[in-house]
């Protein structure tokens, strides 16, 4: 128990210094749903940092995956789930677009400003995940999908 609260800590600390880093230095919000966007879409020249930005995120994970590799729960996907995983993914990029960012964006950035916009996010983002998780366990009986 200690042990992964001692690693919850150090991820959490790794991500606060990641945020203020990149604050400090491009004065930009870390924001992944924007960011991934904005490597998608660019404007005003600045697609190469949003690019290696997100290199980052999938080598780190890359790494982690293969140096430690108990990091990461094995989870049996069933034939059927992968509609499910595409749907879900669907309503995951249209809810950033319509809440103008996502977790990382409004639950870490947003709240460290405090923004009350990012609070009223978040808020609806635990919200809308505990529905979801409540519906698909006990009223659809999705059981281990969720």
Known sequence: ???????????????GLSVAIMMLFLGRITGISGIFGG????????????????LGLLVGGLSL??????????????????????VAGLFVGVGTRMGSGCTSGH?????????????????????AG????????HVFHLGAWI
């Open 107 to 127: 639950g870490v950035c947003g709240l460290a400003r405090l923004s009350v916009r990012s609070l009223v996010a978040t808020i609806t983002f635990i919200a």
């Open 130 to 137: 505990a529905l979801t998780v409540f519906l698909a366990r």
């Open 1 to 15: 128990m200690f042990q992964s609260l001692m690693m919850g800590a150090l991820g959490g600390t790794l991500i």
């Open 65 to 86: 995956w293969l140096y430690y590799p108990t990091a990461f729960p094995v989870v049996s996907l069933k034939a059927m789930a992968w509609p499910v995983v595409v």
């Open 39 to 54: 490597a998608m879409m660019p404007s005003d020249g600045d697609r190469v940092w949003r690019v290696l930005f997100v």
